[in-house]
């Protein structure tokens, strides 16, 4: 079975960083680097959004409003993908959410989601 595991997140004053991370399991062994991982925010009300994403072409995007604050990263051999938060913001608070696809193996797979609220 294939799993996202997100530890992390919490409460965090503004303007202070944050790294979140999400493991794949095992299972991902063998497709994690031809995969695209990317990271997604949702707040109440609203639908689930785009904050940034890594290819398996090594290229990344980001949501204009994270651009030169948040960075995504990944380590392949930990199967892992990181998002380095920094200058947050009180409308970063959300659910960030990570997630995985593969067009050449047919999965698409989220974690499970973690909340990261940012007030003073």
């Known amino acids: 079975q294939l799993q996202l595991v997100e530890p992390g997140g919490g409460l965090l004053h503004p303007g202070g960083p944050l790294r979140s991370s999400c493991q794949a399991s095992r299972s991902f062994l063998g497709v994690f680097s031809s995969s695209d991982m990317a990271w997604f925010r949702q707040t109440p009300g609203k639908e689930r959004e785009l904050v940034a994403k890594s290819t398996s072409r090594g290229s990344t995007n980001y949501a204009d409003d994270v651009k030169g604050r948040f960075t995504i990263s990944r380590d392949s051999p930990k199967r892992t993908v990181y998002l380095q938060m920094n200058s947050l913001k009180a409308e970063d608070t959300a659910v960030y959410y990570c997630?995985?696809?593969?067009?050449?193996?047919?999965?698409?797979?989220w974690g499970q989601g973690t909340q990261v609220t940012v007030s003073s």
């Open positions: 997630r995985a696809e593969n067009s050449a193996y047919n999965f698409d797979f």
